[in-house]
Nanobody, 124 residues
Framework: QVQLVESGGGSVQAGESLRLSCTAS????????AAWFRQAPGRNRQFVGSLSATGANTYYSEALKGRFTVSRDNAKNTVHLQMNSLEPEDTAVYYCAARLGWSRTMNGLEYHYWGQGTQVTVSS
């Protein structure tokens, strides 16, 4: 059974940083593209960024590029989302997802596995 478990969420002040982690079980993460999405209350799910299985390719939402970075530690079967200069508008539930094969797709329907999400709250 495949499970993706996010951790590292919490409440921070605007301008601070946070690093989220997503650990996989039941699959070897280094065979999958990993991505992060987020969903704020009352809004559609939004693509954040993705990273290919080897780490050679990345793709980010233009709106978040430069502040958010996706990385992976294949030895720990874990991917991370480093978030810097956080803003209140970044408040959302953050989800990690995985899919076979590299793609720049921002469509969540094209990802095969999902975590349960972790809440990030940024106050001004």
């Amino acid at each position: 059974q495949v499970q993706l478990v996010e951790s590292g969420g919490g409440s921070v002040q605007a301008g601070e940083s946070l690093r989220l982690s997503c650990t996989a079980s039941g699959l070897t993460f280094n065979g999958f593209t990993a991505a992060w999405f987020r969903q704020a209350p009352g809004r559609n799910r939004q693509f954040v960024g993705s990273l290919s299985a080897t780490g050679a390719n990345t793709y980010y939402s233009e709106a978040l590029k430069g502040r958010f970075t996706v990385s992976r530690d294949n030895a720990k079967n874990t991917v991370h989302l480093q978030m810097n200069s956080l803003e209140p508008e970044d408040t959302a539930v953050y989800y990690c997802a995985a899919r076979l094969g590299w793609s720049r797709t921002m469509n969540g329907l094209e990802y095969h596995y999902w975590g349960q999400g972790t809440q990030v709250t940024v106050s001004s």
